[in-house]
């Protein structure tokens, strides 16, 4: 089985051809351009030095999100016009849990967590179970005080958002151990060997029934509701003086 993944929910986005758990290839980059104008390039590039094609994906995996909403729409819609061209099963995973598929073990659970931005992080909960995470708590948008009380036994922890948020932990910190040598972005080459066994298992879309992960609104959304619902200043009106 040979399985394409789409990875483009964070700012590091890429590829990856993936057959029976060996990656072919994996292209990946942090480069300052927009992933809709490098996905294409990622695939290519991918399929160029695995020397295969399109023709002889089996399956198409993505992330579903959560994370940048423009990246999470590029992949989508590629992924799914891929499978539907092709005639090709679609499998769709957060993104969330292909970053706790980097913990080294199962002796504990993993945390997961990436910036959410605004001072919030997207998290979930997870259990390595034979390698493949178990959601203990499903990906949710928070801020770190929230997080805080779900902290309530050793964990592993990985992931942009703690980077990036990391003193605010600090009340967790004896109970967290932070695997600081793993990627803190999800990994197409780990979308792409989940997904293989997703697939293995029967566990397949069709591209019509891909579904983004959409934690939060979009900035732009949330910039039309408060601007929809920005109270009106009512002071020194209508009181029949001239200013």
Not at 110 to 121: E, G, H, Q, W
Not at 135 to 164: H, K, N, W, Y
Not at 172 to 189: C, D, G, K, Q, V
Request: aromatic share 8%; proline share 6%.
């Amino acid at each position: 089985m040979r399985v394409l993944a789409l990875e483009t929910s964070t700012r590091r986005g890429g590829a990856a051809l993936i057959q029976e758990g060996r990656i072919l290839s994996e292209v990946v980059t942090d480069r300052q351009r927009s992933h809709s104008e490098l996905l294409h390039q990622f695939v290519e590039e991918c399929l160029s030095k695995a020397q295969s094609s399109l023709e002889e994906v089996d399956v198409f995996a993505v992330s579903r999100g959560p994370g940048s909403f423009t990246g999470i729409r590029v992949a989508g819609n590629a992924a799914k016009t891929y499978a539907y061209s092709f005639s090709k099963p679609l499998v769709a995973l957060d993104s969330l849990t292909i970053l706790a598929a980097e913990a080294p073990d199962e002796s504990k659970p993993v945390l997961a967590v990436l910036n959410a931005f605004k001072n919030m992080v997207y998290y979930g909960i997870y259990q390595l179970r034979s390698g493949h995470p178990e959601v203990l708590c499903p990906p949710t948008a928070a801020t770190v005080s929230e997080l805080l009380p779900l902290i309530d036994r050793p964990m592993f922890v990985l992931g942009e958002g703690f980077d990036l948020y990391k003193s605010d932990f600090f009340p967790a910190f004896e109970r967290l151990e932070h695997l600081s040598e793993a990627s803190p972005y999800p990994r197409p080459s780990t979308l792409g060997r989940l997904a293989e066994n997703e697939a293995k298992n029967g566990r397949v879309l069709s591209w019509n029934d891909f579904l983004p992960l959409y934690l939060r609104a979009s900035e732009a959304e949330e910039k039309l509701r408060g601007s929809l619902f920005k109270p009106v200043n009512t002071k020194d009106r209508s009181d029949g003086k001239s200013h």
